[in-house]
Nanobody
Framework: QVQLVESGGGLVQAGGSLRLSCAAS????????MGWYRQAPGKEREFVAA????????YYADSVKGRFTISRDNAKNTVYLQMNNLKPEDTAIYYC?????????????WGQGTQVTVSS
């Protein structure tokens, strides 16, 4: 069983920045591609960004491309999401999970998420 703990969310004005962190434990973190996902009120959870196990490959949803950057530190078992130029439509709860081409590998295993609220 993998434990995922997301942090770093908050309230920010449009155009601002936040950096999210996801600390993972319980499995060999460095063996997995990792992803960020988000769920806005009344909507289904959606893919945001993913990074390969080595950190050498990243990919993003079109809605965040050019504004968000995913990275990881395997020594710390942590994956990050730097979010710049935030927009009100980025408001959601953000989660991390192991990723497989934009799909969570462990869909029954989510952390508590971290709330991001962007005011206009």
């Amino acid at each position: 069983q993998v434990q995922l703990v997301e942090s770093g969310g908050g309230l920010v004005q449009a155009g601002g920045s936040l950096r999210l962190s996801c600390a993972a434990s319980g499995r060999t973190f460095r063996n997995y591609d990792m992803g960020w996902y988000r769920q806005a009120p009344g909507k289904e959870r959606e893919f945001v960004a993913a990074i390969s196990w080595s950190g050498g490959t990243t990919y993003y949803a079109d809605s965040v491309k050019g504004r968000f950057t995913i990275s990881r530190d395997n020594a710390k078992n942590t994956v990050y999401l730097q979010m710049n130029n935030l927009k009100p439509e980025d408001t959601a709860i953000y989660y991390c999970n192991a990723d497989s081409l934009g799909t969570p590998q462990f869909p029954s295993n989510w952390g508590q998420g971290t709330q991001v609220t962007v005011s206009s």
